[in-house]
């Protein structure tokens, strides 16, 4: 598939967002003493991210203006449901955000953050989902694709978390949650790395002989049948190397799960900032690479007419 790089920037943004909202409602419910300037500023920052990705995500549509006919459909499509669960997501983080300034009282006190968690476990489901539904792409048609959906977002939004929590001077935060963090960097690499072998072993349903009605063995394909590309190969394959996927799957491997887990370790361990910090610069563009890897990696049957051009 051809990764639009709107929909790598919504996932990305949004699921860290996720996390770091997750870390904040759950230090909630369990009575964490966090400083409200804190928590705002930390809920600002997840606001900021969830925005930025709605309106990457609006960069994707064709016709912008029709957007909100794409909750239409909710009864059949993860998508109108994501699109549905989004902005009453980022009503209810903004809600309590407000609510803190205020000093709204109980039971706001841990309602809101648990319909926080709860709103971005959904949202979380129902991204994965929109992948994962679609059975003719086998290499998303797998509960992995769910599981790291949410790992991935859990560790950004962890890493995310400590990160705003030593730049702020809430140890406590750090040592609650610094070694989750770590562990949730750890689970993300091995259910990405699990689905990566999952995927190398597939064997497609369809084939060339399939899509053709030609049952020889040796039938290979010289042409795509046109003198020039399509709507088709624009946007159904990546037109990448081997090589370069290759590339980039290491990459996304070192930046995104190797490297933070060994930088949570120093964090956890000297209780400095620098750490936590590094580990956010180094796992953004790893995690972009890592949601690029999953579009490239996923073959569209219909790719199966147009291979080559001769």
Known sequence: MHPAFSILFFT???????????????????????APGFVGIA?????????????????????????W??????????????????????????????????????????????????????????????YACLRFIEE??????????TLIGLSSGLVLACALAALWG?????????????????AAWGARSGALRRNARLRHKSTLQSATGIRTHKLVQKSMGMSAGSFNTREFFHGATRAMLGNVKLAFLL???????????FGIASAAAWPWLLAVAVQAPGLLAERWFFFAQAKHPQNLYYQVVS
């Open 43 to 67: 809920l600002g920052v997840a606001e900021v991210l969830l925005v930025a990705g709605l309106a990457a995500s609006f960069l994707h549509l064709g016709r912008k203006m029709r957007a």
């Open 140 to 149: 998303w048609a797998h509960p992995l694709t769910v599981v790291n959906f």
């Open 12 to 34: 990305t943004l949004a699921g860290a967002a996720q996390g770091l909202v997750f870390a904040l409602a759950l230090a909630a419910l369990f009575g964490l003493a966090l």
């Open 69 to 130: 006919r794409a909750v239409l459909m909710w009864r059949t499509s993860w998508m109108s449901r994501e699109v549905i669960v989004l902005p009453a997501f980022i009503a209810l983080v903004a809600l309590w955000s407000v609510s803190l300034r205020f000093g709204a009282g109980a039971p706001w006190t841990w309602l809101l953050p648990l319909l926080v968690l709860c709103g971005a476990v959904l949202l979380w489901y129902c991204t994965a989902m929109i």
């Open 255 to 265: 930046l995104a799960f190797a490297l933070p887990a060994a930088l949570a370790v």
């Open 170 to 186: 809430e140890a406590h935060f750090v040592q609650f949650f610094g070694p989750w963090a770590f562990v949730a960097t750890l």
